[in-house]
């Protein structure tokens, strides 16, 4: 992903979005991973290499890859809006830094958990992280809360911090997936509960690139645990690749919209998305050093 300005030193990295659809589940993860600068002929041709055809794309859903300096790797699966459950909230976390910048070494606004947010967090319905009502936490400590235990209720509090109520905040998510030309996408909700949430593989990936230019989004997503503020949980990365082959993030997220069980649709979806990134980080030095 690209980082914005250009730095000396900063190596070049890989980004992958998976959305795995099995049965009636819906499963996603979005996966990152670092890797040497591309050089040489060919780097940075928009061109899909030809041995991308031979990949172990997954069977199902629809997925979607892009190497930076080198280009697309294709799409495979219809591109069909597909419910993407909770990775909507690297949507969510897009607008909130885009509209409350955060600098790697800031802690950032303050935002005080009302008593809706510390009371969804004893949901036994949905993914949540604990929050204790009134009490202050920083606009970093919410995004860590949101991506790494995928927080429902920190999205739905960090949209009501920022623009007063879910609704309003889904139309400033919705214009942002505009800007970015996610013309496929539809947002309903910060937190992707909802499952009239939709968007596809391709388009996500646009979303990709933008949110990783972020330098404090970058290292939240990599962080492998925090200590929850006020209870002393601790709250691990649900992104069970992380630190795998190189993978530095992104974020992952399930729903059983007629029931079924979302932990062999996740299961299959992190086996498939291991499978394609080792077949990418293994393809890429031999394309990197073809004439």
Do not use: C
């Amino acid at each position: 992903m690209s980082a914005g300005p250009r730095r000396p030193s900063r190596s070049r990295s890989a980004a992958l979005y998976l959305s795995a659809a099995l049965l009636a589940s819906t499963a996603a993860g979005w996966y990152t991973f670092g890797g040497e600068e591309p050089s040489g002929p060919g780097a940075g041709s928009a061109a899909v290499p030809s041995w991308s055809a031979d990949l172990p794309w997954p069977a199902e859903g629809q997925s979607s890859a892009e190497v930076e300096g080198l280009g697309s790797l294709g799409t495979r699966g219809e591109q069909t809006p597909v419910p993407i459950a909770s990775i909507t909230k690297v949507m969510t976390a897009y607008v909130i830094l885009t509209h409350h910048p955060l600098s790697a070494d800031e802690q950032g606004t303050e935002v005080t958990a009302d008593r809706q947010a510390a009371d969804e967090s004893y949901s036994l319905s949905e993914s949540t992280a604990p929050l204790v009502a009134d009490r202050h936490y920083t606009q970093r400590q919410l995004l860590e809360l949101m991506m790494l235990p995928s927080g429902n209720n920190v999205a739905r509090l960090l949209a009501r911090w920022d623009a007063g109520s879910q609704e309003e905040f889904a139309k400033k998510m919705n214009k942002a997936a505009s800007e970015l030309g996610m013309d496929r996408t539809i947002y309903t909700g910060a937190s992707g509960i909802e499952a009239s949430t939709k968007s596809t593989a391709a388009d996500q990936l646009k979303l990709a690139r933008a949110v990783m230019k972020n330098e404090a989004f970058r290292q939240i997503v990599a962080t492998p645990s925090v200590t929850a503020p006020g209870t002393g949980a601790q709250i691990r990365n649900s992104n069970r690749l992380l630190g795998q082959d190189g993978v530095i993030g992104l974020k992952t997220g399930s729903s059983t919209p007629a029931g079924t069980n979302p932990t062999r649709a996740m299961t299959a979806a992190f086996d498939a998305s291991h499978t394609l990134i080792t077949a990418i980080r293994d393809a890429l030095p031999q394309t990197l050093a073809a004439p």
